[in-house]
């Protein structure tokens, strides 16, 4: 599956990015049994923080490509967690964040820019329930954050 997700990936314009480290006390990652939990990842673009708040100055499109790059992140984290792709059995539950206005409800189509690049990269155990909240600010200005909850094969 490494293979098949990161060339469906690349197939679609899209590479995984370098990891760096946690800001914060925390660990990027815990598997537990058969399950892994991946930290919030914020959205970034060339090295930088993708900043802004929904309804002010970002439309839903950048929401979008801010959650993408979020998803991005997330699987470069299953990668690194895991070794290999292979391993990630099913996208079970993403929790997505999105700084915006008190009126802008959109929240779930700015998701969706996660949503349908775990579906591309990993078919249907890409499909998975998930959250998504407006929130009046986020780490460092960012417009976006997503964690995740992933079965994996032992």
């Known amino acids: 599956m490494t293979d098949s997700v990161e060339s469906r990936l690349a197939a679609a314009g899209h590479q995984l990015p370098t990891l760096g480290a946690p800001i914060a006390a ?8 058969d399950m892994l939990y991946i930290s919030g990842q914020v959205c970034q673009a060339d090295g930088a923080i993708i900043k802004g708040r929904l309804g002010e100055d970002m439309d839903v499109a950048a929401g979008m490509a801010a959650a993408q790059s979020c998803g991005l992140f997330l699987i470069a ?6 070794g290999d792709l292979a391993r990630v059995k099913r ?3 993403l929790g997505a964040f999105i700084n915006s206005t008190a009126d802008f409800t959109q929240q779930p189509q700015v998701a969706n ?13 890409g499909r998975h ?4 909240v407006g929130v009046p600010t986020l780490p460092l200005g960012a417009a976006v954050e997503v964690d995740a909850i992933v079965e994996v094969h032992r």
């Open 26 to 33: 925390y660990v990027p990652t815990v598997l537990a049994g």
């Open 77 to 82: 984290q299953m990668k690194a967690a895991l």
């Open 91 to 93: 996208i079970v539950k």
């Open 113 to 125: 820019g996660t949503s349908e690049l775990m579906i591309l990269a990993f078919g249907d155990a």
């Open 129 to 132: 329930a998930r959250s998504a």
